[in-house]
């Protein structure tokens, strides 16, 4: 399967070199290299790069099982479990439940070797690094915004090819912090960051909440933001944003003994009268009570 | 419908269910108000915020106190209680918003931050989107008797049902008192039908009480299985859990599916993973009178306390 046209070839997607198969009519495997451009403050891969995995495994899920319709992220949860321990992540996602006006796919993440099989410890598979779900709204089939063409043979495999990341994904993104305490983060809207409605991306967003969540919480406890790691996403996306620069401000709400804390952050869309598009709930753990040390 | 958990308002007047059913707002067992009764437990008061009537999407406040009898190993109000009153309030505000419309919660999304509580808390609920098809709102759960310290914020997404489905009417703006406390209280399990046990699954009886007016089981009642369901798998799964007082749900997602109409109802547990003393529990509940039928998906982060 392809969508026309995207992503284009300069693109954050093809920049992750994911790699993704259609496995039957409702499930997909979406993979992408655990590199230290994805590393988060743990060690492990940042959530967002993991929400930004899931979001395309659903999203490939959702655009065959919904076809000729079209779809829009309604919403979005994903927390860690335990550290990657392979070359590569892979989330594989598989319908939950198809309604009359939503979606819902659930996605484990996992470990896999180059060849795409589970990677053993002690001859054991070790517990997943994520497990996510999400509700996709379905759109009616009007104007879809891309076509998507679709194979009657299955397995399908594709990639999204394009040159690598060179520094650290957010980076790339030209994610800025403005204020750390206050969890406010800008990202501007380009073609390299966009979904197939030429508004930031899902998985972008994801990222944008997670650096915002860890600077704010991170600040609350005399850190800055790489002092924290993100656990938990529940992003709720209530509108697109087009315009940009996109920017977040953060609510925090308590941080209990061990550091562990949450914040609610709040996306909006400044180049459209501060537009919220998104809320997202986010809860981060000090780097030396977690966990994801990379393997 | 697209979901699994409508919401009789409170002091509605209901004339027709969403599937054609005559409910004519009084509830099957005279001694049971199916209306109220789940949110009376938790002696849930709600009241509309000023201003917010005219205009745009209602907002409404709520207050539960922590009886002795619902607090759970965190000191404060058991996190399934916590997600009643949060499902409860959201659920009552979504529908408010899209009259003559109602709704359905098809998501629930919460993180709690602080188990321990003083009470009684006080609760918010405002409408983020209003779409043709759905409606998100979120909610904050602060501690009165705490200064106002933080408790929880979640998000609920409801589904808009057919317009013709229904006829709610509510005076506004909507105010209903704090329920009495009690008599003999009954604890939460008790009073949610969920049978004693340990392991993976852990089982529901769907008695008459526990249904809304729409004759299916409440959303709170989903939400206090998956709480009890996923903490009794992690204290059978994880040695060493809850060393000192237990285990308590913190950061929940509960996608209702589909409603529970036959039951008995299964939550079936995956623990997913464990570090740090927080467990990650994947939770599929499921109808078993009903084909066995996924009714809700989701997971629970339970913390040691």
Redesign the interface.
């Known amino acids: 399967m392809s969508f026309t046209g995207y992503p284009p070839p300069v693109h954050l997607l093809a920049d992750l070199g994911m790699e993704a198969v259609l496995t039957t009519h409702t499930t997909a495997r979406v993979r992408t290299r655990v590199t230290p451009q994805v590393a988060s403050p743990g060690g492990g891969v940042r959530i967002g790069v993991l929400a930004t995995l899931v979001d395309v495994v659903g999203g490939a899920i959702a655009a065959r099982v919904l076809h000729p319709d079209w779809l829009a992220t309604?919403?979005l949860?994903i927390?860690l479990?335990?550290p990657p321990v392979g070359p590569w992540v892979e989330a594989r996602g598989s319908v939950?439940?198809r309604?009359?006006?939503?979606l819902?796919i659930?996605a484990l993440v996992v470990s896999v070797d180059a060849d795409g099989g589970d990677v053993t410890v002690d001859g054991r598979v070790p517990?997943?690094v994520a497990?996510a779900?999400m509700?996709f709204?379905v759109l009616p089939a009007k104007e879809p915004s891309v076509a998507a063409e679709l194979s009657a043979d299955l397995p399908v495999h594709w990639g999204f090819r394009g040159g690598a990341l060179d520094g650290p994904v957010l980076d790339a993104l030209l994610v800025t912090v403005l204020d750390g305490p206050a969890g406010r983060v800008s990202v501007p809207v380009r073609p390299y960051v966009h979904n197939s409605f030429g508004a930031l991306q899902g998985g972008v967003i994801a990222l944008l909440a997670e650096a915002a969540g860890a600077e704010s919480l991170g600040a609350a406890q005399g850190r800055d933001g790489s002092g924290m790691v993100v656990t938990?996403l529940?992003i709720?996306y209530?509108?697109l944003g087009r315009v940009g620069p996109v920017v977040s401000s953060a609510r925090v709400?308590?941080t209990?003994p061990?550091g562990?804390?949450?914040a609610?952050v709040e996306l909006r869309d400044t180049g459209a009268d501060g537009r919220?598009t998104t809320?997202v709930?986010v809860?981060a753990?000090p780097t030396d009570?977690?966990?994801g040390v990379a393997g | 419908m697209t979901g699994a958990s409508p919401h009789g308002g409170p002091g509605s007047r209901t004339t027709v269910g969403p599937d054609g059913e005559v409910v004519d707002g009084a509830p099957t067992d005279p001694a049971v108000d199916r209306r109220r009764h789940v949110s009376d437990y938790f002696r849930l008061e709600r009241w509309e915020l000023p201003g917010t009537v005219a205009d745009g999407p209602p907002a409404i406040a709520g207050r539960t106190p922590v009886d002795a009898h619902l607090r759970g190993p965190g000191g404060g109000l058991r996190t399934g209680g916590l997600l009643t009153s949060i499902d409860s309030l959201g659920g009552f505000t979504s529908g408010l918003a899209v009259l003559p419309r109602w709704i359905v919660t098809t998501s629930l999304m919460a993180t709690v931050s602080e188990l321990s509580h003083v009470g009684p808390l006080r609760l918010r609920a405002d409408v983020l989107r209003r779409g043709r098809n759905s409606v998100v709102t979120s909610l904050d759960v602060v501690d009165e008797g705490a200064g106002d310290r933080h408790v929880a914020a979640a998000t609920l997404t409801c589904a808009v049902l057919d317009p013709d489905a229904m006829t709610l009417e509510f005076e506004r703006p909507f105010v209903l008192a704090m329920p009495e406390p009690q008599i003999d209280p009954v604890p939460p399990d008790e009073f949610f039908c969920i049978e004693p046990g340990e392991g993976a699954v852990t089982r529901l009886r769907l008695e008459d009480q526990l249904r809304n007016p729409w004759g299916i089981l409440h959303g709170g009642a989903v939400a206090m299985l998956a709480d009890e369901a996923a903490c009794r798998a992690t204290l059978t799964a994880v040695p060493g859990a809850g060393p000192e007082h237990g285990v308590a749900a913190t950061d929940v997602v509960l996608h209702y599916l589909r409603p529970v109409k036959v039951g008995p109802v299964e939550a079936r547990c995956t623990v997913l993973g464990t570090r740090a003393g927080r467990t990650s529990v994947r939770v599929a509940i499921h109808d078993v009178g009903s084909d066995d039928r996924l009714v809700t998906l989701g997971s629970v982060t339970v913390l040691d306390v």
């Open positions: 309604a919403d949860a927390e479990v335990g939950v439940r309604g009359r006006t939503t819902v659930e517990e997943p497990w779900s509700t709204a938990d529940q709720a209530l509108a709400l308590a209990g061990d562990r804390a949450g609610v919220l809320v709930n809860t753990e009570v977690v966990v």
